[in-house]
């Protein structure tokens, strides 16, 4: 008894932490957006200044610059979820900054019958492990790709990693080498899967892990 309200009491303080870090993401990614709009018109008055006075070579430079600044707003991911998208996008954010090359599918319907809390901490903790396993490998090694989506009248869940050796199971679980916080973030997401009575598999090969979760949509 003492032992599940000490897990219980960590699960509310991990998922509020969890809320609070991406609510503070999702309004940095929407305030960037808002702000680029802001400085349409600036940056049209800056290059028609530059382009009057013949300075080709700068206005060429400035639409250089704004390009890449626009590409990072274009690749935010946009499933129709705002939390989802702010834990996407500042996971994804990371496999950047780690050089982890991503391929990324994701689509959320309108309505779903899985708390977005739940299911954030189901798409938090397996990035987290996707992306420590990448970091872990050679550069030339990385890869992670995801894949959320509809399948027949179910939410599918797919993400598969590059990683080391292939892991032992053991009563269910695989072993880690990295301490209980990331045994624990697995053991989270098999627990919100068995709340909402869906599936979710895991399989660990030489170079490779990919976990796969489908959730009732009804």
């Not at 939390?83 to 090359?101: F, Q, R, S, T």
Request: aromatic share 8%.
């Amino acid at each position: 008894m003492l032992l599940q309200k000490l897990i219980d009491k960590r699960i509310e303080s991990y998922q509020s932490e969890l809320i609070e870090k991406y609510c503070a993401e999702v309004e940095s990614m929407y305030t960037k957006m808002r702000g680029w709009r802001h400085d349409y018109h600036n940056h049209i008055q800056a290059m028609q200044a530059s382009m009057a006075l013949g300075r080709y070579e700068e206005v060429k430079e400035y639409l250089h610059q704004l390009n890449d600044d626009l590409t990072n707003v274009d690749t935010t991911i946009k499933t129709g979820q705002v939390m989802i998208d702010a834990i996407l996008n500042g996971k994804l954010a990371l496999a950047a900054k780690n050089n982890i090359p991503v391929n990324v599918k994701a689509r959320l319907p309108e309505k779903l019958s899985i708390r977005t809390i739940d299911l954030c901490v189901i798409i938090g903790n397996l990035l987290d492990n996707a992306i420590e396993e990448n970091i872990n490998l050679p550069e030339e090694d990385r890869f992670l790709r995801i894949y959320i989506g509809v399948k027949n009248t179910q939410l599918y869940l797919c993400f598969t990693n590059a990683a080391g050796k292939r892991k032992v199971k053991y009563a269910k679980t695989f072993l880690s080498t990295k301490g209980t916080s990331h045994g624990f973030g697995v053991s989270r997401v098999e627990s919100i899967v068995k709340k909402y009575e869906g599936f979710f598999s895991a399989d660990s090969e030489e170079g490779g892990f990919t976990a796969e979760i489908l959730l009732p949509l009804e």
